[in-house]
């Protein structure tokens, strides 16, 4: 996939939706749905699907609903609705007075499925589910009818009411369609659409003891509601014929299944199972880890719903599976934050800095720019005073021959400051560590520039350090180490393959001044070290902390700058 500013993202669902308009198939109606289900949080997989959805309607004055699919009560929980509805809203979108729920359809669900009994395509199994299973068959093998697949429609009236009322444990019976046993696609051999579960279910209680199955509920749902193009990921393209099937048989308003390529992103997992995997064996610090795809986890290390949709917008919408590199996710989320966050200045790992000839107890306050992207954001002052903190890595006493930084005998420029020198490098007495700089400043070179026209090789950022904030600093790397951490083998695990760096915390870092009331969740840039927000859970008036959300480096830029040359 070859993805440029300028090249529109394939999306073959607005061709489709375009010719139904055309041909006035709905009546030209669009109307389509994101339909989550309830048993953990949402990842930027799903924000593909909600860009997709909420993004399709609204291109043709149509709308959109949020579903929850909840059907399965021993996994399903209002947390998960609720850090649902969060992050479609934080995503930008609003289903206005479109709020529903599968569950609020049992009742009219289970009408439906007598309906499919009385007109003989439904019975009651009693086989186990081990048998059903082995009387299924294979992809090479036809199935084998149920003994019970014949059972007259009284009795299967009277089992089915009486599974409802509760007489049977869980197991016991099933409902199952009645198609073909011999189907190539093994889905259509009699699947089943209701099960016994003897599970409280979280808005419904205990009123329901047997519970449709997904791809029962899900056609219907989309019928009652009705939708135009019911758009799910390509695991889904299977069940379409089963999908069909039901509104067909039942002679319902009939929507349009129509499959997309679901998202995959290297260094991560987006399987919902792995994901909670991780989270109950305390792999991560739970779904809003930095480190997770979540959506939660994504928002609290900083990346903007803008920069997220301009993701999903770019690596547009096709029916083939491919991988996506996270540094396309990367470059969205820097090419958002370049223009919007202010620049600060902070040093991750503090080296002290004695500036000998610079008067004690004077300080400046001099102007820096807040965002050289948007002069409209104006500057701020930030104190300058004789002892400062640079970054360790930006001094060597044994310099190699291309590093350009502090040295000793070397000048360089302070951002926003004076041309300084390094005169003098104490040493640890005991480990040889270098821990302080002894420096002369040249105060005609304020503002970073030097009257007589010489020119150093570097720009250092630095704070002052009688000023500074001590703030904590927490450095995200991929969460994986393998590109495809779910392209395992049969007797590997992917857990196997977490990075063990992950997550750095340094707790000496110093900041500027200016970051003393930054609020949880805003954004800025360190300069010369990366985009940085406010941890939304950890900091406090007492604690400052901070996640790295990215790096200045940009691998996509440069991808994107090589294809451009070759064109």
């Known amino acids: 996939m070859t993805v440029t500013d300028s090249t529109p993202a394939p999306n073959f669902i607005r061709n489709i939706i375009a010719e139904d308009l055309k041909t006035n198939k709905y009546g030209g109606r669009v109307h389509t749905r994101f339909p989550p289900e309830p048993n953990g ?18 291109e043709n004055k149509g709308l959109c609903n949020v579903r929850f699919d909840d059907t399965d009560p021993s996994k399903e929980e209002i947390e998960y609705v609720e850090s649902i509805k969060s992050d479609v809203r934080w995503l930008g979108f609003d289903w206005e007075d479109r709020l529903f729920f599968a569950s609020d359809y049992f009742e009219q669900l289970y009408q439906y499925v007598i309906q499919l009994i009385q007109a003989g395509k439904a019975y009651v199994d009693s086989l186990s589910a ?113 999908y069909d099937w039901v509104l067909d048989e039942l002679k319902v308003y009939h929507p349009q299944q129509i499959e997309f390529a679901r998202l995959n992103l290297t260094y991560t997992v987006l399987s919902k199972r792995k994901l909670v995997e991780l989270v109950e064996h305390g792999y991560v610090s739970g779904w809003n880890d930095p480190r997770m795809p979540t959506i939660s986890g994504l928002r609290r290390r900083g990346y903007t719903p803008e920069s997220i949709r301009n993701f999903c917008e770019r690596i547009g919408v096709a029916k083939r599976d491919s991988i996506v590199g996270m540094a396309l996710l990367e470059y969205s989320v820097r090419e958002d934050l370049n223009k919007r966050a202010p620049r600060v200045m902070g040093v991750l790992r503090p080296l002290r800095v004695i500036i000998d000839n610079y008067p004690e107890g004077q300080v400046e306050e001099l102007e820096a720019l807040n965002n050289p992207e948007d002069p409209g954001m104006g500057t701020r002052k930030v104190p300058f005073s004789r002892v400062l903190y640079i970054e360790q890595e930006d001094f060597q006493e044994d310099p190699p021959k291309k590093f350009f930084r502090l040295a000793p005998g070397r000048e360089v420029r302070l951002r926003y400051a004076y041309f300084i020198k390094c005169e003098k490098v104490v040493n640890d007495e005991k480990t040889g560590e270098v821990v302080e700089l002894h420096c002369t400043y040249d105060p005609e070179t304020r503002g970073g520039d030097s009257p007589d026209g010489r020119k150093v090789k570097a720009t250092l950022h ?106």
């Open 41 to 58: 949080y949402l990842h930027i997989g799903h924000a593909k699907s909600i860009c997709l959805n909420f993004g399709l309607a609204a």
């Open 130 to 242: 081990d048998e059903i299973r082995e009387y299924r068959g294979t992809l090479i093998e036809s199935g084998r009818e149920s003994p019970y697949r014949n059972r007259s429609i009284e009795e299967n009236l009277d089992l089915f009411g009486r599974m409802r009322a509760g007489e049977f444990e869980g197991g016991a019976q099933v409902l199952r369609a009645k198609i073909d046993m011999a189907s190539p696609n093994l889905l259509m051999r009699d699947p089943t659409l209701y099960r016994i579960k003897k599970v409280p279910h979280y808005r419904t209680g205990n009123k329901w003891c047997i519970y449709p199955m997904y791809d029962f509920t899900h056609c219907l749902s989309d019928s009652i509601e009705g939708i135009t193009h019911s758009i799910c990921t390509l695991e889904f393209e299977n069940n379409r014929p089963l």
């Open 462 to 567: 630095w704070v002052s350090a009688a000023h500074a904030l001590e703030a904590e600093v927490r450095l995200y790397d991929h969460l994986f180490l393998k590109a495809n951490p779910s392209d395992v083998k049969d007797d590997d695990d992917f857990k196997n393959h977490l990075n063990p760096n992950s997550l750095e915390t340094l707790t000496f870092c110093r900041v500027e001044p200016s970051l003393k009331c930054a609020a949880p969740g805003s954004r800025y840039q360190f300069e010369r070290l990366g985009y940085f927000c406010v941890e939304s859970v950890d900091s406090s008036d007492e604690a400052l902390v901070f996640n790295r959300t990215v790096t200045l480096r940009d691998q996509w830029a440069k991808i994107l700058k090589t294809q451009a040359k070759k064109r």
